[in-house]
């Protein structure tokens, strides 16, 4: 073999790696690309829910509301009573208390110290927005410090809502 064909070879190999290296760089742009449409086009009811919405920001509230039962809400909300309290004149615990939450603006209990997530939100405690934070409350308002998962069943999201709508001095009708 003399050094012509070795520099051949050689350059083969090369070329191969590059490609090869290249291909995975290109994919990964691409698939970084499609993970955020995905998070972005993200519907969370189930498929076959009675609940369906082509963006969570059209969730139709009063049909998810309809599922919800306010004695299954205080069940509900015994996954939330280790950092919330609810009952009028309750304290702040690690979360701050949420008599009167609903309509409230986000982060408004002057005694509790919020994240600057919560505090900077701009927005009140609508129907939809206490749906879309109960979800998943890291993805909905980015950055909180609630430690919470999510209720991912609507059953249990719209009653534990109707429970905090009427954990209040003028529960609203429901829409
Ligand atoms: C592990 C503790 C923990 C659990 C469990 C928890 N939370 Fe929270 N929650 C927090 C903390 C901490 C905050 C304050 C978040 C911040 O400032 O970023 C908060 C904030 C909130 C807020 C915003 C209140 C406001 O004044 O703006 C609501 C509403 C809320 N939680 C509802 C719930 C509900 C409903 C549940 C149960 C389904 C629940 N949380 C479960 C810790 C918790």
Request: hydrophobic share 40%; glycine share 10%.
């Amino acid at each position: 073999m003399n050094s012509f064909e070795i520099n051949k070879i050689i350059t083969a190999i090369l070329v191969t790696i590059l490609v090869v290296f290249g291909i995975g760089k290109i994919s990964n742009i691409i698939f970084d690309k499609e993970d955020k449409n995905i998070v972005a086009y993200k519907v969370e009811a189930p498929e076959g829910s009675a609940v369906q919405a082509s963006t969570e920001a059209s969730v139709d509230i009063s049909a998810l509301l309809a599922l919800g039962d306010i004695e299954h809400g205080k069940k509900v909300f015994k996954k939330c009573a280790a950092c919330h309290s609810v009952n009028a004149g309750g304290g702040n615990k690690i979360g701050p208390k949420l008599w009167n939450v609903m309509f409230r603006p986000v982060g408004a209990v002057t005694d509790y110290k919020y994240s600057k997530a919560l505090t900077d939100y701009g927005k009140e405690w609508s129907w939809e927005e206490m749906n879309g934070f109960l979800i998943k409350p890291a993805k909905w308002i980015k950055g909180n410090k609630m430690g919470f998962a999510g209720l991912k069943s609507e059953k249990d999201r719209a009653s534990v809502i109707l429970y905090l709508n009427q954990s209040g001095d003028s529960p609203k009708p429901l829409p």
